[in-house]
């Protein structure tokens, strides 16, 4: 089922790939997708599909999902913890404010480089652990560069605080408050998060140990649906088709008679082999899609109505019923033939356009299930509609054209 | 026997006037173009208590959204259409909404940027573009044998503008009326009318095809009489068939898929009318000028 049916996300990200080395471009890509696969591994969604779309765009598709602004803003993520020390001076600016005052990046100096203290110096083996006290830790070890900064830092902030931002936000802990430790000695190798709760600790945790997204990734396309509103179009969808047929039936059997009670035993055969080739053609049920089905099943019966048409008039003509439940068939096909192209040419058109364009889905779903429909419709009606009808041939009932709506002594 | 082909200076005066009323509520109202085509977002917002729907624009506007367009659906809930969202904008549009009408679920949400909004639109103008040319192609090759297959081909064409033509009339009086959009299902809808509306023209031209390779008679307009005549029921009564899940769409699936269901009840109406009662009176007209 499509996301429109299910429930979920669907976003598209444009990457800008203006700083990759040339021909390095695929190698970023994927290296943002494996980065985001391992994030929306937190989320615990059944079936994402994370995937590269064109050269420079990135589909996630999360279905079944209902905390969308929280799986948005996973994925999104910068996922650098960045380091600041308190703004001291009057006039210097600041990055972050917070309830606790003013900060500036927290920067140290290392071959000659002024270098800001982030995660990016972080070993991908953070962890979560508890001390004595039942105190959650978020523990992380610096790589060689970051010890160097962090040694210099902490060693100049003693007995100050140390403020924590997630991207242009504080970092906050349980209690709501934004996690600034006071540093209480110089820090080189390893050191601890304190504050958050054992579930935030543990998402960042996995975030950081993630690593980041290599490349800059922006949203140009997002679709959320609530699975609520999804399931209640799989039932209206379901209530319109059943509707839907039960008329035609009705109409074919009230207008063309026995005919008709056969191409209705076709419809349903009609509705069964397309259900069926749907579960065999990985076809995904969007809401145009099953639109594409129900609009389908009216027009399946348009190579019946031309077949009988036919038939009434062959039969009108004197012919027996055998004679003209062939000339029927064979006189007709050209016109069904010849006027179900033009269904194909548009539905290959609308399959193009929603192959090429983004928001792909409705239309791609809608110009598939028409295309299988319309499809199987010219099969039944002659295959299975022609069948049954012969079958009546030489019985006692073919006798009676009252049976196919004809009256004996019209015309 | 009916005598259709006599009646065509009325056709004619009927589909003119009503491609006329068209064209000045296009020059009028224009077209309101979805988010799909024009970039923006769209909202799908339950409220737990009765909210008005004044009251619902108002707050918008309160909350600096005074372009917002506000429609109630079906089931009781209300499509909001703003521009994108960017960032935090959702967060606190909602924030700002739960203040003053208390619990809400946002159940839907859609967001197309300026990018994808320009792609959009000009993949769907090649796909209706190239929808067009395709057919014509088709219907002059598929009547290839008969004289003059360009004619044919001609009139399905205008016929299938005809449709279009109506389609988009009347949809920009409901844009003017009810703000109805130009979304991505309309195009949709248009593209599988424009199958629709061909595939009946080439039935009765089939029949055409048929009738004076059998030679039934020398002259012209009995042939395209007699011709529509023999198709008359079939034309109706598909029609009919696909009207009724048409509607049963439209009544049990409302909202989401409205633009899609109303398109293709106009489409298929005109495409039936101008089917009989406009692309063989053309041909019976050109034949004559000639």
Redesign the interface.
Known sequence: MGL?LQGGIHM?Y?ADLSSVEPGREVEAIDGAIAVIEKRVDVLGVTEPVIQRQGEDRIVVELPGISE??KAKKLIGQTALLEFGEPVVEEGEEAKWVNEWGKWKPATATIDGQERELTSAYFKENTFVDQDSLGRILLLFEWNEEGSKLSEEITGRLIGEPLGIFLGDESLLGEDGKPIAPIVQERITNRGQIEGLSWKEATELSKLLNAGRIPIPL?????????P??GS??VD??I???I??II??ML??II?YRLSGVLASLALIFYGALVLALFKLIPVTLT??GI?GF??S???A??AN??IF?RMK?ELRAGRTLGAAIETGFD?AW??IR??????F???G??Y??GS????SA??MG?ALT?FIGVAVSMFTAIAVTRTLLRLFVGTRLAQQTWLFSIYAGRE | MFDITGKKFWFFVISGVLILFGIVSLATFGLKAGIEFSSGSLMTVSFEQEVDHDELRQELANLGYTNAIVQRTGEGDFLIRLPELSGGAKTELEAGLTDRFGTLEVRGFEDVSPMVAAETTRNAAIAVVVAAVGILLYVTWAFRRMPNPFHYGTCAIVALLHDVLVVLGIFSILGGILDWEINLMFITGTLAVIGYSVNNTVVIFDRIRENLTVGASSNFEIVVNNSLVETLSRSLNTSLTTLIVVLALLLFVGASIQNFAVVLLIGIIAGTYSSICIAPQLLLVWKRRE
């Open positions: 429109d598209v444009q969308a602004e922006t949203a140009i396309y997002e679709q959320t649906v609530s609520i509103l209640d179009f209206m969808s209530k319109a088709g509707i839907g008329l035609i109409f074919m207008y809401l145009a639109g129900v609009l099943i009216g027009m019966v348009d109505v031309l048409e008039e006189r050209t016109a010849d006027s179900n192209v033009t269904t040419i548009v539905c058109i609308l193009w356009l090429s364009i983004v928001a409705p239309v809608f028409l």
